[in-house]
């Protein structure tokens, strides 16, 4: 496992980053797998009144998840510092760019009819690539995820000094701001799924609410009136954010265009952060094993997100002979399980040691004031 030289390795982050995958890999396989009897995928958007399944069926708040936590591991690491900004966005691209050019590579050589050079310029820069407006096939399928990431990489040093300069209300400010024009943008007749899913207008407050966290944290996590509750309040935190996800899906989940979409990477920014923040302050006994393993999932999970389509997509060609149950949904989660998650665990395992550790070991200090790294939370 390679640390970042710029922020103490915080186990329990490695723990949420395995779950965020992990939702996203179920996510897609209950949406690819279903079959009927005759051999056909199974379409249309399934409608359940059980909370867990809910959040499975509505599995892509993972990615919301993901860019909480971006936004909280950043802002915690800098603990009030300054970062450079070359040295953070060399950082950034030996973390991302060197997995995610060899899927380019590989999508070009599974349709060598459809190579466009402005197509693959456009892939090529990951900030260009917004809202999934170009992709070649399963290798590619997720890259609109790393656009929005690289669109927070580029605004980030910027915004941490802001924070630092003038504090949380100014960011809170922002996340007003982007609400307020995600509403205008739906009054105009944009769709505003769309603008809340696949755009950074819908996506900065994410960023920003997970940055706001690492600073509450930070302030109140050892304070002894708050730090304690903060870990009792773990289990609520997941509680609420299961009522919450199974609230919008029972709303009519991510198939539903409306007005209200405009307000919801707020309050799921909101959910999550609490996850997050409570997740820290907790200390769960249990075996050290369980933990390793989790957090091994979380370090590979970059991997597991970007490639979870190759394997659903390859696995699903062999639904006929995988039906364990007769139940299509049941039957998908089942093969996920048995099949589509150690598959893409292996297959993600061998793209970190090969592709994503041997440059994430290059990268250097970037804090402009690095005399150690930033202090870890719990354990």
């Not at 466009?116 to 609109?144: C, H, Q």
């Not at 949904?329 to 589509?340: G, I, K, P």
Request: proline share 6%.
């Amino acid at each position: 496992m390679t640390k970042s030289v710029n922020i103490a390795y915080l186990p329990r982050l490695d723990h949420l980053r395995a779950f965020a995958a992990l939702i996203v890999l179920y996510y897609h396989s209950l949406q690819l797998l279903p079959q009927s009897p005759g051999g056909g995928q199974v379409e249309g958007w399934i409608h359940t009144k059980n909370p867990f399944l809910a959040m499975v069926v509505e599995g892509h708040t993972g990615v919301a998840l993901f860019m909480v936590l971006s936004g909280f591991i950043f802002t915690w690491g800098a603990n009030g510092r300054e970062v450079a900004y070359s040295g953070f966005l060399r950082n950034r691209l030996l973390r991302i760019y060197p997995l995610y050019a060899w899927l380019l590579l590989v999508g070009i050589a599974m349709h060598p009819d459809a190579v466009d050079p402005g197509r693959i310029v456009e892939m090529a820069i990951p900030f260009l690539n917004a809202g999934n407006k170009a992709t070649y096939g399963v290798a590619t399928s997720l890259f609109w995820t790393v656009a929005i990431e690289f669109q927070f990489y580029l605004i980030f040093p910027f915004l941490l000094s802001i924070l630092n300069r003038q504090g949380c209300p100014q960011l809170m400010l922002m996340v007003l701001c982007a609400l307020a024009y995600r509403l205008i943008a739906d009054q105009f007749g944009a769709n505003s799924r769309a603008v809340a899913y696949w755009t950074i207008v819908g996506r900065i407050d994410q960023f920003l609410i997970g940055m706001i966290a690492a600073v509450a944290l930070r302030r109140h996590g050892n304070d002894p009136r708050i730090g304690p509750w903060l870990g009792r309040a773990f289990l609520p935190s997941c509680l609420l954010m299961l009522a919450v996800v199974t609230i919008f899906h029972r709303a009519g989940g991510y198939p539903v265009i409306a007005t209200w979409k405009t307000a919801w990477p707020t309050v799921e920014a909101c959910g999550w952060a609490l996850v997050v923040v409570t997740c820290l302050s907790v200390r769960i006994p249990g075996s050290r094993i369980l933990s390793m393993a989790a957090a091994y999932v979380g370090s590979i999970s970059y991997s597991i997100y970007l490639t979870n389509f190759i394997v659903i997509t390859q696995v699903a060609k062999h639904m006929g002979a995988l039906t364990l149950v007769p139940n299509p949904h049941v039957n998908a989660l089942l093969v996920c399980t048995a099949v589509v998650l150690p598959a893409s665990i292996a297959l993600s395992a061998l793209t970190f040691h090969a592709i994503e550790q041997p440059f994430m070991k290059m990268r250097k200090t970037y804090m402009l004031d690095a005399a150690r790294p930033s202090p870890a939370v719990a354990a």
